[in-house]
């Protein structure tokens, strides 16, 4: 079995920095994908950022130039380190990982969420 375990949400006054990790752990084939997604109340979840294995990145435009996905392949662990963050960028923030288990099962797997908080 996989699991995704993240750590690092919290509050931060405007233009503070966070980082949030994310490692998964278990029986772990390769991992092809993984990144950050946030979710308002009663909105949908949104994509924040993602990094393949082969360190190819992808962010959402409202967090471009402020938020950096990175990754540790040895630990299967991504990072993702969050700057000038602002009011907007409260939320709860979900790893996801794309992950196989073996050469035939697959997992689209989802931490359990940690809340950031932005606000003076």
């Known amino acids: 079995q996989v699991q995704l375990v993240e750590s690092g949400g919290g509050a931060v006054q405007p233009g503070g920095s966070l980082i949030l990790s994310c490692a998964a752990s278990g029986s772990i084939f390769r991992v092809v994908a993984m990144g950050w997604y946030r979710q308002a109340p009663g909105q949908q979840r949104e994509l924040v950022a993602t990094i393949n294995a ?6 959402a435009e409202s967090v471009k130039g402020r938020f950096t996905i990175s990754r540790d392949n040895a630990m299967n662990t991504v990072y993702l380190r ?29 931490g359990q969420g940690t809340q950031v908080t932005v606000s003076s």
């Open 82 to 110: 969050m700057n000038s963050l602002k009011p907007d960028d409260t939320d709860v923030y979900y790893c996801n990982g794309k992950i196989y288990s073996s050469v035939t099962q697959w997992h689209d797997l989802w």
């Open 54 to 59: 082969g360190g190819a990145t992808d962010y």
